[in-house]
Nanobody
């Protein structure tokens, strides 16, 4: 089973920024990778994806223009740069290899107003 370890979450004020990281045990360059989030009482939603080479990205409307997904293939690490954070971005964030079983433990992001 794939191992995914998310980090970088924390408490930030509205308008602030955070960068999440996800260390993966599989090749992120050869898989479609995604970031999901789940807020209390809500379903898990996908917020960003990046394909294998050439790394085409796609974003949910709610984060488009504020979040950026990227990867460092040499480090086999996926990132999510989150800018202009809003209280509604508060959630546990997870990375995922699409089509591959397994989730990490997630990292908590809390945005205060």
């Amino acid at each position: 089973q794939v191992q995914l370890v998310e980090s970088g979450g924390g408490l930030v004020q509205a308008g602030g920024s955070l960068r999440l990281s996800c260390a993966a045990s599989l090749s992120i360059r050869n898989n479609i990778m995604a970031w999901y989030r789940q807020a209390p009482g809500k379903q898990r939603e996908r917020v960003a994806t990046i394909t294998g080479s050439p790394g085409v990205t796609n974003y949910a409307d709610s984060v488009n223009g504020r979040f950026t997904i990227s990867r460092d293939s040499a480090k086999n690490t996926l990132y999510l740069q989150m800018n202009s954070l809003k209280p509604e971005d508060t959630a546990v964030y997870y990375c995922k290899a699409l089509g591959v079983d397994g989730w990490g433990q997630g990292t908590q992001v809390t945005v205060s107003s």
